[in-house]
């Protein structure tokens, strides 16, 4: 092992300053009895420590750290992350030049060592003028599994994902909105590990595999949210899904007031989902507990405690410059090292600047027209299946946006006022509303618009910059 030591330090030393910065590591080395093997593209220090017994960490004991100055190695940043707790391993991506790449993963050894260090290193001044970001890595071990025939059940999809995937735990597969029998024509294969779903998802790619003779489309899924338990022990919001369409949000109170009455404040209902809002917040996990399974109106319900979202991270928990696999960078936001801004462009038509800068638009999507051949199959999909770069309005980009983080509807509310020289000017004012917290907040851009469709598109992309 300690020539494996040697080897890796050594292979930094290229970039570095020879036997000195070598030296540095190997010091590290001996003194924390952690071993380090390079391999793969990473460098990795630890995984187990010295002493450790028993299986890795759970998940959500890594952090992704990025902005990492490309001549600074682990001498530098153990000592800095281990103000936070124990490390178990450190992933330090690598260059083949000896460089690192900007990025490392670090995993401590509980939960609550890693939130410790997003909270007091994220954005931390590692070097004179250089800060670096800290966020919960996304170990996403959930792929998407789309276009699959909607007579499917969750066992035989299970069982087909088993045949040519391996490291299968589960298979998460929704209810028609109108149709209980069929599913929705898309499933979620949950794996044992990142690993396992990357191969898997090599493994299925598009003309490779075709299950009951359909070719599927297969993504990564939408990383679940991660909030604190801080935050979750004060929750008294259930979220209930696989409703019917026609249960009313009436009848979802009266059955959720059966198993102790008065305790529900209010229900808000959209489409075959609700949130379920308690009094007190026994009683909103009591009755979880009790209702879970339960059917209302035939559709047997699936209900947990709701995740609130953070608005002020929801729209950047990316700009440290981690992505996750198949997602896309929805802003251009601020680089603090060169000051600049990305632009992803505007919609067509549109050309405003917002406090001096290019307001920011959805992702590009491709504009082509494609012509209907006789036979062609045409598949119902709801709009909120879609990606982001399949939109080209920022009005559509925020509805998206507002589904996906489980909000109410944007309400847009028009005003107007007259130019120096007669002209109608027009702005909307955009109220956001939080079906989990009962938060409000209105977003109004300082420009107006000579048109109604210009006005809306502004406030939308005025709304998607600042939340």
């Given at each position: 092992m300690h020539?494996?030591?040697?080897?890796?330090?050594n292979?930094?030393?290229q970039?570095r300053?020879?036997?000195?910065n070598g030296?540095?590591l190997?010091?590290?080395m001996?003194?924390t009895?952690?071993?380090?093997v390079?391999?793969?593209g990473?460098r990795?220090?630890?995984?187990?420590?010295?002493?450790w017994?028993?299986p890795p960490p759970?998940?959500g004991?890594?952090?992704f750290?990025g902005?990492?100055?490309?001549?600074?190695?682990?001498?530098?940043?153990?000592?800095?992350?281990e103000?936070a707790g124990?490390i178990?391993e450190?992933?330090?991506?690598?260059?083949?030049s000896?460089?690192?790449r900007?990025?490392a993963f670090?995993?401590?050894?509980?939960?609550e060592e890693?939130?410790?260090?997003?909270k007091i290193?994220n954005?931390?001044?590692?070097r004179?003028g250089?800060?670096?970001g800290v966020?919960v890595s996304?170990d996403n071990c959930r792929?998407f599994?789309?276009?699959i025939?909607k007579?499917k059940k969750?066992?035989?999809?299970?069982?087909?994902?088993?045949?040519?995937t391996?490291?299968?735990v589960?298979v998460?597969v929704?209810?028609?909105?109108?149709d209980?029998?069929?599913?929705?024509?898309?499933?979620?294969?949950e794996?044992?590990?990142?690993r396992?779903a990357?191969?898997?998802r090599?493994?299925?790619?598009?003309?490779?595999f075709q299950?009951?003779?359909?070719?599927i489309?297969?993504?990564w899924?939408?990383?679940?949210?991660?909030?604190?338990e801080e935050?979750m022990?004060r929750?008294?919001?259930?979220?209930?899904?696989?409703?019917m369409?026609?249960?009313?949000?009436?009848?979802?109170k009266?059955e959720f007031?059966?198993?102790?009455p008065?305790?529900v404040?209010?229900?808000?209902?959209?489409?075959?989902?609700a949130?379920?809002?308690f009094f007190h917040?026994e009683?909103?996990?009591?009755a979880?507990?009790v209702m879970?399974g339960?059917c209302?109106d035939?559709?047997?319900?699936?209900v947990?405690?709701?995740?609130p979202v953070n608005?002020?991270s929801?729209?950047?928990?990316?700009f440290?410059?981690q992505?996750?696999?198949g997602?896309e960078?929805?802003?251009?936001?601020?680089?603090?090292?060169?000051g600049?801004?990305?632009?992803?462009?505007k919609?067509?038509?549109?050309s405003?600047?917002?406090n001096?800068q290019h307001?920011?638009?959805?992702?590009?999507?491709?504009?082509?027209?494609?012509?209907?051949?006789?036979g062609t199959?045409l598949?119902p999909?709801?709009?909120?299946?879609?990606?982001?770069?399949?939109?080209?309005?920022a009005?559509?980009?925020?509805?998206?946006?507002c589904?996906?983080n489980?909000w109410?509807?944007?309400e847009y509310s028009?005003?107007?006022?007259?130019s120096q020289?007669?002209k109608i000017?027009?702005v909307?004012?955009?109220l956001i509303s939080?079906?989990?917290?009962?938060?409000?907040?209105c977003f109004?851009?300082?420009?107006?618009?000579?048109?109604?469709?210009d006005?809306?598109?502004?406030?939308a992309?005025?709304?998607?910059l600042h939340?």
């Amino acid at each position: 092992m300690h020539e494996e030591n040697k080897a890796a330090a050594n292979g930094c030393s290229q970039i570095r300053s020879g036997a000195q910065n070598g030296a540095a590591l190997l010091a590290l080395m001996e003194k924390t009895g952690y071993s380090m093997v390079q391999q793969n593209g990473q460098r990795k220090f630890g995984g187990p420590p010295p002493g450790w017994e028993g299986p890795p960490p759970p998940r959500g004991c890594e952090v992704f750290v990025g902005k990492i100055p490309r001549d600074m190695y682990e001498d530098e940043l153990v000592p800095v992350f281990e103000r936070a707790g124990k490390i178990y391993e450190l992933r330090l991506m690598m260059e083949f030049s000896g460089e690192n790449r900007g990025y490392a993963f670090v995993m401590y050894t509980t939960k609550e060592e890693a939130q410790l260090a997003i909270k007091i290193l994220n954005n931390y001044e590692i070097r004179p003028g250089k800060f670096i970001g800290v966020c919960v890595s996304l170990d996403n071990c959930r792929l998407f599994i789309g276009a699959i025939p909607k007579d499917k059940k969750k066992e035989e999809i299970l069982n087909e994902m088993k045949k040519v995937t391996e490291g299968v735990v589960d298979v998460i597969v929704y209810p028609n909105a109108t149709d209980k029998t069929k599913n929705r024509g898309f499933a979620f294969v949950e794996y044992e590990s990142h690993r396992a779903a990357a191969m898997a998802r090599r493994r299925l790619i598009p003309g490779t595999f075709q299950p009951w003779g359909h070719t599927i489309q297969v993504d990564w899924a939408d990383p679940e949210k991660v909030v604190d338990e801080e935050t979750m022990q004060r929750v008294k919001v259930l979220y209930v899904r696989n409703l019917m369409i026609s249960t009313t949000e009436d009848k979802i109170k009266a059955e959720f007031n059966k198993f102790k009455p008065g305790v529900v404040e209010r229900v808000k209902k959209l489409r075959d989902y609700a949130f379920v809002h308690f009094f007190h917040r026994e009683d909103a996990v009591a009755a979880m507990s009790v209702m879970n399974g339960k059917c209302i109106d035939g559709a047997s319900i699936e209900v947990t405690l709701a995740k609130p979202v953070n608005k002020e991270s929801s729209w950047k928990q990316h700009f440290n410059g981690q992505m996750s696999p198949g997602s896309e960078n929805l802003l251009g936001l601020p680089n603090k090292e060169d000051g600049t801004q990305k632009s992803l462009g505007k919609p067509a038509g549109l050309s405003v600047r917002l406090n001096g800068q290019h307001s920011p638009g959805p992702p590009e999507a491709e504009r082509s027209i494609y012509p209907i051949f006789p036979g062609t199959k045409l598949t119902p999909i709801s709009m909120y299946s879609l990606k982001l770069n399949h939109f080209s309005s920022a009005v559509m980009h925020l509805d998206y946006f507002c589904h996906k983080n489980s909000w109410a509807p944007p309400e847009y509310s028009l005003y107007s006022t007259t130019s120096q020289d007669g002209k109608i000017l027009l702005v909307y004012k955009v109220l956001i509303s939080s079906i989990v917290d009962d938060s409000q907040t209105c977003f109004m851009p300082e420009k107006l618009c000579t048109t109604v469709e210009d006005a809306k598109e502004l406030a939308a992309q005025f709304t998607l910059l600042h939340l």
